[in-house]
Nanobody, 119 residues
Framework: QVQLVESGGGSVQPGGSLRLSCAAP???????????VFWYRQAPGKERELVAG???????NYADSVKGRFIVRKDNFRRKVDLQMNNLKPEDTAIYYC??????????WGLGTRVTVSS
């Protein structure tokens, strides 16, 4: 099974920034290179939603709510996928998850990392 571990969450004020990381501990470079990794989030009382991904050669798709503020980057050599979040808003408060299409299809999720944006 693919193991993905999210980190980097925390509490920030509106307008602040955070960088989340998604690591694949122990995974070979060849396997990691083949993965399409997406970022999702789930706010309290809401459905989980797709935020960004995948980074395919320097390009990615983003939800309308985060366009221009979030950037996803896949670093195959370091075997991680980062989500840089800028100009954070209270509505960005959620637990953030990284995942692959196969894991999503199986409804298999990690623990995520919590982001809280408040003044």
């Amino acid at each position: 099974q693919v193991q993905l571990v999210e980190s980097g969450g925390g509490s920030v004020q509106p307008g602040g920034s955070l960088r989340l990381s998604c690591a694949a501990p122990g995974m070979s470079l060849s396997v990691f290179r083949s993965l399409s990794v997406f970022w999702y989030r789930q706010a309290p009382g809401k459905e989980r939603e797709l935020v960004a991904g995948p980074d395919t050669g320097g390009s990615a798709n983003y939800a309308d709510s985060v366009k221009g503020r979030f950037i996803v980057r896949k670093d195959n050599f370091r075997r991680k996928v980062d989500l840089q979040m800028n100009n954070l808003k209270p509505e960005d408060t959620a637990i953030y998850y990284c995942n692959t299409p196969s894991r999503v299809s199986a409804d298999h999720w990690g623990l995520g990392t919590r982001v809280t944006v408040s003044s």
